[in-house]
């Protein structure tokens, strides 16, 4: 057997336990850190696939600053563990109907011949001076630039929309106004008083 399929299957393996384990561990932070190893087993099995953008960026992106939120905001939480597992058990029929058709469809992909090794045959092993980085931008900045600009823009809107919304004007709240601060003069602010020395008095 090829070394590859060995390492991909080893990965695979780990991957499916680390996703199993998020869903069903009832601690929510080890739900957490199992996330983040699903998330690096992903990773690898990108960089036998020759992806290291790919791979770099999913453990920069989700394991880097993701789950360090998801962490941080799990243990900022007073989260109820008792009412977590109640939720657990009442939801279970739902969740095994959703993820036995989710499962039944995706063996119906893969058995459909449409992404088997003659179809989709795994790529070719390139030079040391390939980069995946440099291919990825050259495609994605000429056959792909409209699509990418459009991306970039609907991100830029949603972005400006969630600062639109949770920006409220609270009246009991004190607010800096540079307007005002970049007009104030000295005399505003300073008054110079006039008063006599000891000496003075004294005489």
């Not at 941080?72 to 058990?89: E, N, P, S, T, Y």
């Not at 409209?146 to 004190?174: G, K, Q, S």
Request: one cysteine or more; aromatic letters at 10%; a neutral charge.
């Amino acid at each position: 057997m090829n070394f590859l399929l060995i390492v991909f299957f080893v990965f695979a393996v780990i991957l499916v336990g680390a996703s199993i384990l998020v869903v069903t561990v009832r601690n929510p932070v080890k739900a957490a850190l199992y996330l983040v190893l699903a998330f690096f087993s992903a990773a690898c099995i990108w960089l036998t696939l020759e992806a290291e953008f790919l791979a770099i960026t999913l453990v920069l992106v989700y394991v880097g600053a993701v789950m360090v939120l998801f962490l941080f905001v799990i243990m900022m939480l007073d989260i109820d563990l008792a009412q977590m597992r109640a939720g657990f058990v009442r939801y279970m029929p739902l969740g095994l109907i959703v993820g036995v058709a989710m499962a039944g469809e995706l063996v119906l992909v893969v058995l459909a011949g449409e992404f088997d090794l003659d179809a989709v045959p795994r790529p070719g092993g390139h030079d040391a001076q390939y980069s995946n980085t440099r291919e990825l931008g050259r495609v994605i900045y000429t056959d792909y630039v409209f699509a990418f600009e459009v991306a970039a823009l609907i991100l830029l809107v949603a972005i400006i929309a969630a600062i639109t919304l949770t920006l409220r004007r609270r009246p009991e709240t004190r607010y800096q106004r540079p307007q005002q601060q970049v007009r104030v003069r000295k005399e505003d602010r300073l008054r110079i008083v006039q008063m006599p020395s000891a000496g003075e008095g004294e005489e």
